[in-house]
């Protein structure tokens, strides 16, 4: 079965801080796709990335990265420097290559970014 | 603005009645999901639909029926609501569904929060 964990429930930094956002998954497929949304308080669900099981290069987006490592099923968030506008609660979501399976997400994390 | 758009914004409504969410997949998007966000389960997938068929069912109860029609937007009906359904229910679409393949990320609507009273 796909599980996507997010141990971290809520998370409050000082601004300009930095602040990583922990994702372990747990998939037997060896094609897979992994995802990160945010949703801020007015409540959509904005797409952040999206990384393929094949590509373990990490990226990086402005004050955003992602760290990708498949030898612990790991793909983490990490904003660098953060804003009051980054406060939001952040998804980490699974899908797999086979099989009828959308996406399969975390419980989520809670980021408070106070001033 | 993610190109979804989904109708009502807000909807309340009594115990037993019956309702119907409406969602405008991207242009060009043929695949449309809807997933539930409630307190206690999270973001759950219910149902996709690609290019007017059903695709995948997820944990969708047997009061809750969708469809998407030719012009491939979609609707959610829910019936004998209950308090338990009480949530925010989102729309996504992608540019294809189909598996195996090439996934396309999923932009999100931006919900229909249901009431139930």
């Known amino acids: 079965a796909q599980k996507v964990t997010q141990a971290q429930t809520e998370i409050s930094v000082v601004e300009k801080e930095d602040v990583t956002l922990d994702c372990v998954y747990e998939?037997?497929?060896?094609?897979?796709?992994l995802f990160w949304y945010k949703q801020p308080p007015s409540g959509e669900l904005v797409f952040l990335i999206r990384?393929?099981?094949?590509?373990?290069q990490n990226e990086i987006s402005g004050r955003y990265s992602w760290n990708f490592q498949k030898s612990t099923s790991s793909f983490n968030f990490t904003i660098t420097a953060s804003q009051v506008v980054d406060s939001a609660v952040y998804f980490c979501?699974?899908?797999?290559?086979?099989?009828?399976?959308?996406?399969?997400f975390g419980k989520g994390t809670r980021l408070s970014v106070i001033a | 603005d993610s190109g979804v758009t989904q109708t009502p914004k807000h909807l309340i409504t009594a115990t037993g009645q019956r309702v119907t969410l409406r969602c405008s997949p991207r242009?060009?998007?043929?695949?449309v999901y809807w997933y539930q966000q409630s307190l206690d389960q999270g973001l759950q997938f219910l149902i996709q639909?690609?290019?007017?068929?059903?695709?995948a069912k997820g944990n969708i109860l047997e009061r809750f029926s969708a469809q998407q029609f030719p012009d491939l937007h979609s609707e959610l009906n829910l019936s004998s609501l209950e308090l338990g359904d009480s949530a925010l229910y989102f729309c996504?679409?992608?540019?294809?569904?189909?598996?195996?393949?090439?996934?396309?990320?999923?932009?999100f609507g931006p919900g229909t929060r249901l009431t139930v009273t």
């Open positions: 990384r393929n099981s094949f590509d373990e």
């Open positions: 242009s060009g998007d043929l695949s």
């Open positions: 998939t037997r497929d060896t094609t897979y796709y």
């Open positions: 996504a679409s992608s540019v294809s569904g189909q598996l195996p393949g090439p996934n396309y990320e999923q932009y």
């Open positions: 979501a699974l899908r797999m290559n086979s099989g009828n399976t959308p996406l399969v």
């Open positions: 639909y690609y290019n007017g068929e059903e695709r």
